[in-house]
Structure formats: structure tokens, C-alpha cells
């Protein structure tokens, strides 16, 4: 009898694995298919169109398919690495961004948290722990790069800004009504650079950071650059971390250490302003306006993204095992990583008001 069950206990775990399997797949697949359908409401939404009408579903596509590109090429740039290296990865799994009335409230709706990858077994050096990390910014990066560059070359006329905003002065470059969110994308030297070799504002209506986000392929461009400078802080265990500690070694920690402390710095103005005025407004009951110097210039989220680098992500790189300094390539493409960060980096991404 223990003859005859053995084979039946090993069919049992070959059935185990095999539902484990198929399991993984469809909630990648079910993730990924979610994360489409959110970021195409999303896309809509971009637009002033109801997302709640079937037939103005198809007009968040090309938003959602671009954002989707971006992370699609950043995720699967660490996943391809990861198999280079023979470190075992999970495929990606694509974050919804559901919208639901209290998160629209904290967040904007870009659609989508975003997506990740987990590493499952050790990265056993520095070498292969930096290709890991820059592969994915990298790729985020170049994928960016090709939408931006899309969304400027082929920017629509002057009608489509005005079937979203009727009332749209071209002098004031804004609408002059005071409907809809008052919200302005931050420049990046990138998207500045583009877009002053790609378009022709003389002959063509370019619209202004306050507008970008009704140009599908402006957004999720602009989106890519954003989350690539994010992932490329360099602290702990973001993609910056690792790139930091395999280029620098025991320098790491003062660099993360430093980046800290610059989030908290770049945070300060804001915050200050906005505690400020708050308090001010309940004493005089209206908006006094900004009253902290360079406030216009500074985001109050750097604090609390300095905050999870500090307690979840962690602030220093853990160790590997094999230290081995990088080769001279690697480090030509840790410094090409380096410029991507400053190209892509908005001391204010998005101001509200």
C-alpha cells in the first residue's frame, strides 16, 4: 500500500502546482485586464467625457494603452534581467487605481498605482543586482520617450482643447471659466526639451502644463517620468537604491542619506504655506494666498514619500553577497541612469489651485 501511494502523493502535488500555476496567471492576466479597464475610465475622464457612457469608452484607449506600454516596458525590463541573472521573479502584477469616491478625494486618477515585480529567490551580486535595477527605468524611460515624442508630433488642432474647454482664451492660454480642477502638470527638462524641438508654437496650438492632461499621449508620457524619477530616488530599495549601492558601495548611505533629507527640504516650503494659510484662513475666513517663500516651487508629498522610503522601503541598501565592484560599462550606464533621474525629476510635479 505505501507503494501504491506514493505516486498518488506526488500526482497530488503535480495537481497542487499546476492550480498554483494557473492561478498566478489569471490574477496576473485579471490584474492586468482591471488596470486597463481603470485607466481607460481614467482616460476618459482626462477628457471631460462622461466614463459612464459605452460609447465614449473607446476614447480612454489611447491613454490607457500608452500608460500601459510605459509600465509594461519598465516592469518586464526588471523581469528579463531578473531571468538573465537566473534570480526568480514573478511576471508583473498591474495596481487599478478603482474610482471610488474617497480615493478620487486623496488622488489624482491617473488610472493605475502603478505595477510591480518580487524577486523570489536571492540576487547573489552587485552586478547582478545592478542589472536588475536600471534595467527597469531604463526601459520605462525609452518607452516614455517614444510616446512623448508621438504626442508632440502628432498634437491635434486647436479644436480638440476647444470641444473640452468652449470658453478657451488662445491669448490667456486658459479657460476662462472656473469649472473643472485648476491643476498644472510640473516641467521636467525632458518634456521641456521635446517639446521645444518637436513643435512650433508660431503654427500650432501647444498646450500649456495646465493642459497636458486632456492629450492622451502628453499624460501618460509625462505620467512615465514621473514614476521613472520616483523609482530612481536614490534610497534603500527603490531602483535608484540599487543602482547607488552597486556604483558607490559603503558611499550608498551617505547618498541615501542625503536624498532623504533633500525630500524633506524640497517638502518644507509647502507644507509650511499650507499649514499657514490654513490656520490664517479660520482667523480671517478666506484663502490669504501663498505666503511661504518658494512654495510655488515645492511639493508637500515629498515629505511622505520620504517617510516611506524611511520606513518601508528602508533608507540603506541590505547587503549582497557578492560585492565585486562593477565594470567600466556598468558604471557608464549608472551615470546614463543618473541623467535619466535629473531629465525626468519635477521639484513640483502637480499644483492644485
Known amino acids: 500500500m505505501e507503494f501504491n501511494q506514493e505516486p498518488s502523493v506526488i500526482g497530488l502535488k503535480n495537481q497542487n502546482w499546476n492550480v498554483n500555476i494557473l492561478f498566478r496567471w489569471l490574477l496576473h492576466l485579471g490584474l492586468f485586464l482591471l488596470t486597463f479597464f481603470t485607466t481607460t475610465i481614467a482616460g476618459v475622464l482626462w477628457l471631460n467625457r462622461d466614463p ?16 500601459l506600454f510605459i509600465l509594461a516596458c519598465h516592469e ?51 552586478k547582478a543586482m545592478f542589472d536588475i535595477g536600471v534595467a527597469g527605468p531604463i526601459a520605462g524611460f525609452f518607452a516614455s520617450l517614444l510616446i512623448l515624442t508621438y504626442g508632440f508630433l502628432h498634437l491635434p488642432s486647436p479644436d480638440f482643447i476647444l470641444s473640452i474647454h468652449p470658453d478657451y482664451n488662445f491669448s490667456l492660454n486658459a479657460s476662462t471659466s472656473a469649472q473643472g480642477l485648476p491643476l498644472a502638470f510640473g516641467n521636467t527638462l525632458l518634456f521641456s526639451g521635446l517639446k521645444s524641438l518637436l513643435t512650433h508654437p508660431s503654427m500650432q496650438f501647444v498646450p ?13 508620457g509625462w505620467f512615465g517620468l514621473f514614476v521613472t ?18 556604483m558607490f558601495g559603503k558611499y550608498h548611505q551617505r547618498i ?37 517663500p518658494f512654495a510655488q516651487y515645492s511639493w508637500s508629498a515629498w ?35 543618473i541623467a535619466i533621474f535629473f531629465l525626468s525629476f519635477s521639484l513640483n510635479p502637480f499644483t492644485v489651485g
Open 76 to 126: 518586464f525590463g526588471h523581469y528579463f534581467a531578473s531571468r538573465y541573472h537566473h534570480v526568480d521573479a514573478t511576471l508583473p502584477y498591474f495596481l487599478p487605481f478603482p474610482p471610488i469616491p474617497i480615493l478620487l478625494q486623496l488622488f489624482l486618477n491617473f488610472g493605475t498605482f502603478g505595477a510591480v515585480i518580487r524577486t523570489k529567490s536571492i540576487v547573489p551580486s552587485k
Open 303 to 337: 515629505f511622505f514619500w520620504a517617510l516611506i522610503a524611511l520606513y518601508v522601503v528602508k533608507l540603506f541598501h541590505p547587503p549582497v553577497a557578492d560585492e565585486s565592484p562593477l565594470d567600466g560599462r556598468r558604471m557608464i550606464i549608472g551615470w546614463f541612469c
Open 52 to 67: 459612464f457612457e459605452l460609447s465614449n469608452f473607446y476614447l480612454g484607449i489611447p491613454y490607457s494603452a500608452s500608460i
Open 208 to 220: 500649456p502644463l495646465s493642459e497636458i492632461y486632456h492629450y492622451p499621449f502628453l499624460c501618460a
Open 256 to 292: 541615501a542619506r542625503t536624498s532623504f533629507y533633500a525630500l524633506i527640504a524640497l517638502s518644507a516650503p509647502s507644507l509650511s504655506d499650507a499649514l499657514i494659510r490654513t490656520l490664517l484662513g479660520f482667523v480671517y475666513k478666506h484663502d490669504v494666498g501663498q505666503i511661504v
Open 229 to 246: 524619477a520616483l523609482n530612481l530616488i536614490p534610497m534603500g530599495q527603490f531602483d535608484g537604491g540599487h543602482l547607488i549601492y552597486a
